[in-house]
């Protein structure tokens, strides 16, 4: 059973940037591949950023238009650690952030934004930007 721990999110005024990382427990391998959502209050949940790893090593990333160019997930293979680099942050991302990941493929970006892909989901973190 994969655990993921979240880590980071907090307050920030809006044009600010906040990093979350999510690691599985120890020895175990994240997934190839791996995702964020988000959920405000009375909302459903939303796919944010996700990222799919080759055998080769090789990344492919995908993102939702409302973070395109402001938000950039990446993957430090030797910490197997997964993160979501937030910048010009706008009161509308405030939401609780989850990561999630899946040893099943979304290669080509396949079902990448779909939360009932996913087998493993972090704690959430929660991300306020104030205007």
């Known amino acids: 059973q994969v655990q993921l721990v979240q880590s980071g999110g907090g307050s920030v005024e809006s044009g600010g940037s906040l990093t979350l990382s999510c690691a599985p427990s120890?020895?175990?391998?994240?997934?190839?591949?791996v995702a964020w959502f988000r959920q405000a209050p009375g909302k459903q949940r939303e796919e944010v950023a996700g990222?799919?790893?080759?055998?080769?090593?090789?990344?492919?990333?995908f993102y939702d238009d409302s973070g395109k160019g402001r938000f950039t997930i990446s993957r430090d293979n030797a910490k197997n650690t997964v993160y979501l680099q937030m910048n010009s942050l706008k009161p509308e991302d405030t939401a609780m952030y989850y990561c999630?990941?899946?040893?099943?493929?979304?290669?080509?970006?396949?079902?990448?934004?779909?939360?009932?892909?996913?087998?493993?989901w972090g704690q959430g973190t929660q991300v306020t930007v104030s205007s």
């Open positions: 999630a990941a899946d040893n099943t493929s979304c290669l080509y970006g396949l079902r990448w934004w779909d939360h009932k892909k996913y087998n493993y």
């Open positions: 120890p020895y175990t391998y994240i997934g190839s591949c």
């Open positions: 990222l799919y790893t080759e055998s080769s090593g090789t990344s492919t990333t």
